[in-house]
């Protein structure tokens, strides 16, 4: 019997439509990352995976696997902050100093790192 002639044929029918409909999960919510990020980091993030690996199209779904790996852990906050520890952390000079000399640089980096590879090995992008 179909959802809409349930609907239709009595009122414990509308109460069973009502319960069916909203006991459903919401369209593609059930994989959604715990934090959401805006659009546009997470483009960014997957534009530059991609040209990391291959700099392949196929690569796409593993690349946006991976930014939704990643935040499954850390709020968009944390995301910023340790990504931008990561990135530069190899900075020459007194400027980079800031971004490899303090335990807690060290710290986000690695994590940051490691939750990266994590995700890229879950989604396919680096074979074991």
């Known amino acids: ?5 349930l609907c239709q044929q009595s009122t414990l029918g509308l109460v069973s439509c009502a319960l069916a ?11 959604a990352p715990v934090y959401n990020y805006p659009t546009q980091a997470r483009v960014e993030y997957v534009n530059e995976c991609i040209a990391k690996h291959e700099d392949s199209l196929a690569n796409m779904y593993q690349c946006s696997c991976t930014i939704d790996r990643i935040a499954n852990v850390l709020n968009y906050d944390e995301f910023v902050n340790a990504i931008t ?3 530069y952390s190899g900075l020459p000079g007194e400027g980079g100093g800031i971004f490899r000399d303090s335990d807690q ?9 490691e ?8 989604c396919g992008l680096i074979k074991s």
């Open 105 to 113: 640089a060290r710290a986000t980096a690695k994590r940051f790192r």
């Open 21 to 31: 409909i909203f006991s459903l999960p919401a369209s593609g919510d059930e994989d």
């Open 1 to 5: 019997m179909t959802m809409q002639r």
């Open 85 to 87: 520890f990561a990135r």
């Open 115 to 122: 939750l990266e590879t994590q995700a890229q090995r879950e």
